[in-house]
């Protein structure tokens, strides 16, 4: 019995989300097709010049755009944006430093050390259990 192997694709939805570019400024070719799990690697590993200036110029997707500005998307939400972002409009929001950001900035840093405070609890929880255990 000979036995072969079915290429696994993927919609060019959850190709560019893994590519982390935004969809829609992607080629339409991209956007058109299917992609495969090989050529997603080979796009990874050496990518085009059209995912190169997507990466470096945008616009970019709103978990790039968060993570850029350094909150959350729900925060990007509630600051007003709703699209993707060049990098110029980016750094644009970086240097104008509204309110907003501000806050969302000091909301999210305050989860990271939440997040790290249950994170060390639960390290010192299963250390005391496997003392009682042993």
Request: no cysteine; net charge neutral; hydrophobic share 35%.
């Amino acid at each position: 019995m000979t036995s072969h192997q079915n290429t696994q694709t993927m919609k060019p939805a959850t190709a560019a989300k893994k590519l982390g570019v935004y969809l829609e400024a992607t080629p339409a070719e991209f956007q058109e097709g299917v992609v495969s799990r090989s050529e997603l690697s080979a796009l990874q590993a050496d990518p085009p010049e059209w995912l190169q200036e997507l990466r470096r110029n945008g616009p970019h997707p709103r978990p790039v755009v968060a993570n850029k500005l350094g909150v959350s998307i729900a925060g990007l939400a509630r600051g007003g944006v709703t699209e993707a972002l060049t990098t110029e409009q980016i750094e644009a929001l970086k240097q104008e430093e509204p309110e907003w950001l501000l806050r969302e900035r000091a909301t999210q840093s305050e989860v990271r050390k939440e997040t790290v405070r249950i994170k060390e609890r639960n390290a010192e929880r299963a250390e005391k259990a496997r003392e009682q255990n042993s």
